[in-house]
């Protein structure tokens, strides 16, 4: 059996059919569902990928994008993004596995799928190769595919102190006249994720670009430094 088709079995096995049309709908996804909290499913990959060899880059890449490209429900595409991330594919995140995660971020185009690969993997791929990955990622912030742009704004959600804020500024300029909900809440999000870090950096960036900024962006960038009493109201 393929992965794929082991996978399928064990979701499968374990799913709960009655489920599926609620998870389905929440999702709005096209694509249908098993029926699998995520939890089972976590597990189900874990113990499926646990005698995968990991020797070759290539084939990993292979079989990842073999597994996202064959599913036929959106479990299935969890355990692709699910085999990206496993610790002993530490060794792949490099520049060559980027192909694969535009393909995954583009014909995915959604957010549980987008968020995970754009905040864990880009932004591996970021660590990993700062040079190149800014440049890509500024040209990413410039697409005409919104989850390409989500993407180049939510790829340091993880870098904490060591956010590129030059960089995170470049990615949120080209979507600050976009009404696209998911690029304004993107905007909000990074912001908010560094304004634990830095607040009265965000709080200036805020005041600073006020008239460009959505209200949903500044919302979401100030919604904990409201909480905090460092400002008393949304500028």
């Keep these: 059996m393929t992965l794929l088709q082991t996978l399928r079995a064990e979701f499968k096995r374990v799913a709960d059919p009655g489920r599926a049309p609620k998870m389905q709908a929440y999702m709005k996804s096209a694509m249908p569902y098993h029926g699998l909290a995520s939890t089972p499913c976590g597990e189900i990959c874990k113990r499926v990928f646990a005698d995968y060899p990991f020797t070759d880059a290539a084939c990993w890449r292979k079989d990842v994008l073999a597994i996202w490209r064959g599913a036929t429900h959106r479990e299935e595409r969890y355990g692709a993004i699910a085999l990206t991330g496993h610790r002993k594919a530490k060794p792949f995140q490099n520049l060559d596995a980027l192909p694969m995660y535009e393909e995954m971020v583009v014909s995915g185009g959604w957010w549980d799928f987008v968020d995970v690969i754009a905040g864990h993997r880009l932004g591996a791929l970021l660590a990993n190769h700062p040079v190149e990955m800014r ?6 912030s410039r697409d005409e595919n919104i989850w390409k742009r989500r993407s180049s704004i ?4 993880r870098f904490k102190r060591d956010t590129d804020l030059r960089l ?3 990615c949120i300029e080209p979507s600050l006249p976009s009404k696209e909900f998911f690029l304004r809440k993107a905007i909000g999000w990074a912001l908010r994720e560094y304004a634990w870090h830095d607040p009265h950096e965000v709080i200036r960036y805020v005041r600073a670009r006020k008239g460009d900024l959505s209200n949903l962006s500044k919302r979401e960038a100030l919604k904990n430094v409201v909480k905090q009493g460092l400002i008393k109201s949304m500028p």
Excluded at 135 to 140: G, H, I, T
Excluded at 154 to 157: A, E, G, S, T
């Design 168 to 170: 995170l500024y470049d």
């Design 135 to 140: 440049r890509l990622m500024r040209q990413w």
């Design 154 to 157: 939510i790829c340091q959600l």
